[in-house]
C-alpha cells in the first residue's frame, strides 16, 4: 500500500504487481551533528517518480505530526516532516530570482517564515515547440520569461532536501505533478476543473491533477478571439474538456463546452437578418478587413469603406448593414455605412 500526502490529507494508494513500491528512506540517512548547539542535517533528496495508483483503493486519514521541536526549529523540523512524508503542498510563486551572474535560476515563494527555492528545471515549465528548439543563452532567457509569467501563479511541489542554516527549502514541481497524476488519472474527452496558471498572446497555460494543460486561441470560443486575456486570468478555475492526452502534451478546448451563440441567436431566435442595419462596435483593423460585434460571441468581417472619412477607431460603435449569413461556415459578413 503507497501512501503519499496531498494538501493536509494521507492517501494510500494500491500498489499493482507492474510497478515497484517505493521506500521510503529509513532514519540511519539522517544523522545529526552537534555543534554549537545547532542540529545540521545532511540533504536527502526524495526520489518520487515509481508511483502506482489504482481509482478504486483510495482511503483519506489524518496526517500525524512525528517531532516534538518547540521555538525556532520548530518549522525546519515540520519540513523535514513534509520531505519524509513525501507531502505535496501547494505555494504561491512570488519571485524568480538567480544566485548569481552565471548561477542557477529558481522560482521563490516565502512560506511559514522559510524560503521556498524551486529550481527551473524542476518547474516543469510548459515551452512550445519552437522554443524547446533554442539553444543556449535563448533558451535561458525563454524559461526565465516563462518563470516570470508564472510569478503570483499557485502551484504544486515536493521538499527534496533543506538547508536548515539558511533556512531555505528546496523543492521539485515536477516531481509533485508526477505523483499527482499517477494519483489522479484522466482521459480525452473528460471534463476538468483546470486552474489558469499562465496566459500570453497565443495560448493559456492550465493545471489540474498534475497534468499541464495548453488551451489553443482556436479552442477558446466558437466566436472570432480577439485577445486571450478577454477569456483568462492568472487564478482563474474553469471547466475544460481534454481534447488530446499523450507523450506530446495535453490539449484543452472551453468552446467544446460552451453555447454556441451562432446557433442560438442567428439560427433559433432569428434576431438578426440578411439586410437587416444594426449597430456593432469595432473589434479589431486588421490589413484588409474590419471586425464588428454585433454581441459577445456573434462578429461581422466588412471591407473598409470606399471613403476612408469614416473615424475607425477600436471600441467606438458605427452602423453596419448585414449582407450575408453564412450557415454552413457560420461566418457573417456586412457593409459600414
Sequence with gaps: ?????????????????????????????????????????????????????????????????????????????????????????TCVIQSVERENKNGDIYACAYKDELKIKIHVEEMDLYLPLSVRKLEGSQLIAAKVRGLRRMVGSTVSYLVTSIDEENEVVYASRKRALEILRKARPHNVNDIVLAKVIDVNDYYAVTEFDGQIGTIGKRDISNSRVYRIQDYFEIGD?????????????????????????????????????????????????????????????????????VKRNVNLEIGKEITVLLRKIDKEKKQLSGRIF
Aim: hydrophobic residues 30%; proline residues 2%.
Design 1 to 89: 500500500m503507497e501512501e503519499i500526502r496531498i494538501n493536509e490529507e494521507t492517501v494510500k494508494i494500491e500498489e499493482s504487481n507492474e510497478v515497484r513500491s517505493i521506500e521510503l528512506p529509513d532514519s540511519e540517512l539522517i544523522q545529526f551533528m552537534e555543534k554549537d548547539k545547532i542540529n545540521e542535517i545532511e540533504e536527502v533528496n526524495v526520489d518520487s517518480t515509481n508511483v502506482t495508483t489504482k481509482e478504486e483503493n483510495t482511503l483519506i486519514e489524518q496526517p500525524k505530526r512525528r517531532n516534538n521541536y518547540t521555538g525556532e526549529r520548530q518549522k525546519i523540523s515540520e519540513y523535514r516532516d513534509l520531505m519524509y512524508q513525501r507531502y505535496i503542498d
Design 237 to 305: 478555475e474553469v471547466n475544460l474538456k481534454i481534447l488530446k492526452l499523450d507523450e506530446e502534451g495535453c490539449f484543452l478546448s472551453r468552446k467544446e463546452l460552451e453555447e454556441d451563440i451562432f446557433d442560438k441567436y442567428i439560427i433559433d431566435k432569428k434576431y438578426y437578418s440578411e439586410r437587416g442595419v444594426y449597430i456593432a462596435k469595432i473589434k479589431e483593423l486588421s490589413e484588409k478587413l474590419i471586425y464588428l460585434e454585433l454581441r459577445r460571441g456573434l462578429t461581422i468581417a466588412c471591407n473598409y469603406p
